[in-house]
């Protein structure tokens, strides 16, 4: 039982006049709200870039040889499109956006813990990705090494490594900020009454990816160091004629990347697990399971990332424990996915924008899931590495799970952020456009994969043609499925019909106090019963 | 917590921590020379994490917080523990 929060006495953030005007209002505002809505409008606009790389790479695939650019153009492509999508939109994603806005709201506070913090978080932000954009356009060239920067070709290629390397080791520092954020503000600013087990599962989410975000991030960090470090300097971390070992770079970068797809994946999983809930109008099935699996999957979630280097020449004890740790980080997973279903069983489903999203979430998620779990058999892994079946399963995973728990969070959120409703009709059709699109251009990769098309290569034999046509036509659909989807966003932002507090009938706390929020959320701090 | 910041240690105590910290930092350099084969990253760890909670406990103040706060360091050293654990199954093994 929540105590209602008495009426705002206060304007809403949006129409909130402070010291500053303008933009000046915003990107030199510590409310947490303004901050969360500043890494959206970033990350939409670097979506916007990210996907046109993709569209663009999938436009050269269309045909095998030369079709739009070069073979170097293609990896610089490639490149670009991962570290956009990887670490200036995934990794962010939910928790800077959803997470800095809904976070203290839920947990019934009026701001994060450190709130200048909060906006020296975005500004590192926005200073990363100026780094990177840098590299675009000095020295020799963009980067060509994909997302990965492996090593020794990242410590040896002409391409423009040093301002992208290090533009990723300062977005490290952005991400480790929020983590630290947010575990403060869980641990010290719950309202009174909402002991750990009465926290909604959003927030719990958010607990587990800022402790990855807090431990994982610095490895990276002096990892990117080293590589700079191996270019400046010559050291010979990583250089096997200097007595280094390339596999450490290896076994450095995933123990970070590995956990980062459980920051991108667990507050996706959060929202969802807010999402079905509302919309079946029951409490969610197993709370404390899926409490308990969050933390398992952000746990056991470290120590599995050799999987990503089966063919590398790692030891044969080494794969084998790899193997049985992928194996075990399915469970959890499973769990949440039982649970979201036993929460639909019997349920008075609401069917609305957000649920779709949810349930093509769940579909999707255990496409890439069990895709995933093929491939923590070694055997397997072998026969599929570094093929198109790769950039299926992830897409499936990170695109397919965290990008549809993005939209359906959007929707979701969206009357509470806008104080305003999308119109319904657009976004599922948006959203069914989308979601062909998807299954067109990821489906058809896992089928090339396992006929043994690479991954990353600009070329290929014309037995792989048809498939690529599909996916390349997919990729065509689902631009246009996102466009309709953004377009109705934004203007429903400015042009929608006003919205009430609760226009779902949803249980947590962003229910109860106005659409769109006021400055400090509640008159009140309320009383959690 | 809310009494940790008033806690007083005397300058005995931090002077002792510091001949602990430079006595282990000789021993970090001395035991270089000794050939410890698949064990020397393993005692260099070792060597690096006592004296790492040495700074913790007493400098840090972990000794006069929260327990919490001596958990969750804890936790962290056990994770990052298991993490270079898990590592050298790799290069023990190959």
Do not use: C
Request: charge should be positive.
């Amino acid at each position: 039982m929540i105590s209602e929060p008495k009426h705002a006495s206060e304007p809403s953030y949006l129409e909130y006049k402070g010291k500053h005007k303008g933009i000046l209002a915003w990107i030199l505002s510590t409310d947490h709200k303004r901050i969360g809505l500043l890494y959206l409008y970033t990350i939409m606009s670097f979506f916007v870039v990210g996907a046109t790389l993709g569209l663009l790479m999938k436009l050269e695939l269309i045909a095998p040889g030369k079709t739009i650019m070069e073979a170097q153009m293609y990896n610089v492509t490639f490149t670009l499109h991962g570290i956009i999508m990887i670490f200036v939109i995934v990794i962010p994603g939910l928790p800077a956006v959803f997470g800095n806005f809904f976070l203290p709201i839920m947990i019934g506070a009026k701001d994060v813990a450190f709130p200048r913090l909060n906006l020296l978080s975005w500004w590192v932000y926005i200073a990363g990705i100026i780094l990177v954009l840098i590299a675009l356009f000095t020295g020799d060239g963009p980067p060509d090494t994909g997302w990965t920067f492996y090593a020794p070709y990242s410590f040896k290629t002409a391409g423009n490594m040093l301002p992208a390397v290090f533009g990723a080791f300062v977005l490290g520092f952005s991400s480790i900020l929020t983590g630290l954020n947010f575990i403060v503000t869980i641990h010290r600013m719950r309202a009174p009454g909402m002991r750990w087990l009465k926290m909604p599962i959003f927030p719990w989410t958010l607990y587990g990816t800022a402790w990855i975000q807090l431990l994982a991030t610095p490895i990276i960090g002096i990892t990117l160091l080293m590589v700079a470090g191996e270019r400046l300097f010559n050291i010979g971390f990583f250089d096997p004629a200097l007595g280094g070992d390339p596999i450490l770079y290896q076994h450095l970068f995933w123990i970070y990347s590995h956990p980062a797809v459980y920051i991108m994946i667990l507050p996706a999983m959060g929202a969802i697990s807010e999402i079905i809930p509302t919309f079946a109008r029951k409490e969610i099935f197993g709370y404390k399971f899926v409490v308990g699996s969050t933390l398992a999957i952000a746990f056991v979630g470290y120590f599995v990332w050799g999987h990503h280097m089966f063919t590398s020449g790692m030891s044969g004890t080494a794969l084998f424990a790899f193997s049985i740790l992928t194996f075990l980080v399915a469970i959890p997973s499973a769990i949440k996915v039982f649970n979201w279903i036993s929460t639909l069983y019997k349920g008075s489903i609401r069917m609305e924008t957000p649920l779709y999203w949810a349930l093509s979430f769940i579909f999707v998620f255990m496409i890439g899931g069990l895709s995933g779990l093929m491939q923590g058999a070694v055997a397997i892994n072998v026969h599929v590495h570094d093929t198109h079946f790769i950039v299926a399963h992830f897409h499936f995973i990170v695109f397919g799970g965290t990008g549809f728990a993005f939209f359906g969070a959007m929707h979701y959120w969206f009357p509470k952020i806008w104080g305003r409703m999308y119109d319904a009709a657009w976004a599922n059709t948006g959203w069914i456009i989308f979601f062909i699109g998807f299954l067109s251009l990821y489906g058809p990769m896992f089928y090339l994969g396992l006929q043994g098309m690479p991954r990353r290569y600009y070329d290929y034999d014309e037995s792989f043609h048809g498939g690529n046509i599909l996916s390349s036509l997919g990729a065509i659909i689902m631009i246009a499925g996102a466009m309709v989807i953004i377009v109705n966003l934004i203007r429903s932002a400015r042009k929608g019909a006003p919205a009430v507090a609760d226009p779902w009938g949803g249980r947590g706390l962003e229910w109860k106090i106005p659409s769109p929020p006021p400055l400090e959320n509640f008159d009140e701090i309320p009383v959690i019963k | 917590m809310e009494n940790s910041s008033h806690h007083i240690v005397p300058y005995r105590v931090y002077l002792i921590i510091l001949a602990i910290l430079i006595l282990m930092t000789g021993i970090s350099v001395a035991v270089t020379q000794i050939d410890l084969g698949v064990i020397t990253i393993a005692v260099a760890l070792l060597l690096a994490t006592v004296k790492s909670a040495f700074v913790l406990i007493y400098f840090m103040h972990l000794k006069f917080d929260n327990r919490m706060f001596s958990i969750m360091a804890v936790g962290v050293f056990l994770m990052i523990g298991v993490v270079i654990f898990v590592t050298f199954l790799d290069y023990l093994f190959r």
